[in-house]
């Protein structure tokens, strides 16, 4: 899996959106752009993913660079529970099964 | 709650005891995987299942063992352990191997002494 750069940690204020930025600027036209989060004393929790086209659920928007080479996790109204570390992960559509971990970004967010 | 449980969620064992960890998952899902996640480093995958065979073995010692009676159910067999593998072991579960999201137990915290 291609290799992604995130900052070690951000902050927030509650109730403000977040804009947590991945550059991949190797990434092959196979690779999904996957994002997890892990919250204190917690497993990993899938949060989005995409492809080409920016993405929209319930927890998170996905918004893709044109080129692909960057994206950011937008989180529009953080709260105290979004305060985890989150993990920006590539994953080549044709290859293996395992999610690569980097270090991710930790989050914090203030009241 | 993830759908996805671990047993037990905290152990602590001596280098010549013989443990197991359990996981199991009321998804539906094909595929099971362990992960080990060591203070300040990266989580690693260590196995991966799919329909109760093992499809990917990353290099992990031989002390670690795993079982997958069925799709349900995973296990982690340890023997012989060393204080290095005192650790985080979590469980997940995605509907197969592949891209698809894979969904985390809450992990089990292990303390070798």
């Known amino acids: 899996d291609a290799k992604t750069t995130q900052p070690n940690s951000m902050e927030s204020n509650e109730e403000e959106p977040v804009h947590l930025p991945c550059n991949h600027s190797?990434?092959?036209?196979?690779?999904?752009i996957h994002w997890y989060r892990q919250l204190p004393s917690q497993g990993p929790e899938y949060v989005i993913h995409?492809?080409?086209s920016n993405v929209n659920n319930r927890m998170a928007s996905l918004a893709i660079a044109e080129d692909r080479k960057s994206s950011t996790l937008i989180l529009h109204r953080a709260t105290l529970r979004d305060a985890a570390v989150y993990y920006c992960?590539?994953?080549?559509?044709?290859?293996?099964?395992?999610?690569?971990f980097g270090k991710g970004t930790t989050l914090s967010v203030s009241s | 709650e993830t759908g996805v449980t671990q047993t037990p969620r905290h152990l602590v064992m001596g280098m010549t005891n013989k443990k197991s960890l359990k996981c199991e998952q009321h998804?539906?899902?094909?595929?099971m995987y362990w992960y080990k996640q060591s203070a300040k480093k990266p989580l690693e995958l260590m196995f991966v299942y799919s329909l109760e065979e093992r499809v990917e073995n990353n290099s992990v010692p031989s002390r670690f063992s795993p079982e997958c009676p069925n799709s349900s159910h995973l296990f982690l067999h340890l023997h012989t352990l060393q204080p290095e593998d005192s650790a985080l072991y979590l469980c997940?579960?995605?509907?197969?191997?592949?891209?698809?999201?894979?969904?985390f137990g809450p992990g089990t915290r292990l303390t070798v002494t």
């Open positions: 992960i590539l994953r080549d559509s044709q290859a293996g099964t395992a999610l690569i």
């Open positions: 998804l539906g899902h094909n595929a």
């Open positions: 995409g492809l080409t």
């Open positions: 190797t990434i092959s036209g196979t690779d999904y």
């Open positions: 997940a579960s995605s509907q197969e191997p592949g891209i698809y999201e894979q969904y």
